[in-house]
């Protein structure tokens, strides 16, 4: 069996672990440029209103429901490129067999958040999107243009609690495979 030193590891780069974080990250580069998009409309906003006093409807609930659902899907993009929040300060001084053990609870921990959080956000959505007779019906924000962004934004919070416990499994199961790959070598 190998000193501790020498246990092999994952890297713990940027780089994704998996064909699901590949598929995150290249769906979160892509989505990042709504960023721009929001910039814009908001510049659009800021002309139409006090260049031309005719501001607009939609320009403030859309940048708001764009920069939501980026937000939300930043949690994954965070797990998929390893860029979530560490206690560095032990997690950098300690074995490479003790931070896998330390990721094993990590996964162990965001398996269970992102489970009943995904419990939660069902429970949310199901109230956002149907009717108490059980019709569809999706929640509108109550404003004059009335946009249904308060229900597609908790249909994404479903979504990506979904996505993140699904990766959290995916993590969980290459970290169980490094440990036990560091016994046989």
């Known amino acids: 069996m190998q000193p501790d ?6 890297d713990l780069s940027e780089q994704p672990r998996n064909w699901l974080d590949r598929t995150v990250v290249h769906v979160g580069n892509a989505a990042s440029l709504m960023f721009i998009f929001t910039v814009a409309i908001s510049f659009f906003e800021v002309v139409m209103r006090y260049v031309f006093n005719a501001p607009t409807i939609w320009v403030h609930e859309t940048a708001s429901f764009l920069g939501a659902v980026l937000f939300v ?7 998929a490129t390893n860029k979530h929040v560490r206690v560095v300060l032990i997690y950098d001084f300690v ?4 931070r896998s053990y330390l990721n094993i609870f990590h996964h162990i921990m965001g398996l ?32 004059a243009w009335n946009p249904p962004f308060p229900a597609l934004v908790k249909i994404m919070i479903l979504f990506t609690m979904g996505l993140m416990f699904v990766q959290f499994v995916l993590h969980l199961v290459q970290e169980f495979r490094v440990l036990r790959k560091a016994r046989h070598v």
Do not use: K, V
């Open 95 to 98: 074995s490479a067999r003790t």
């Open 73 to 79: 899907f930043g949690g994954s993009y965070a797990l």
């Open 112 to 143: 269970l958040f992102s489970g009943l959080l995904a419990y939660a956000a069902w429970q949310m959505t199901d109230s956002a999107i149907f009717n108490p007779y059980g019709e569809l019906h999706l929640e509108t924000s109550g404003s």
């Open 5 to 10: 030193s020498q246990l092999p590891h994952e």
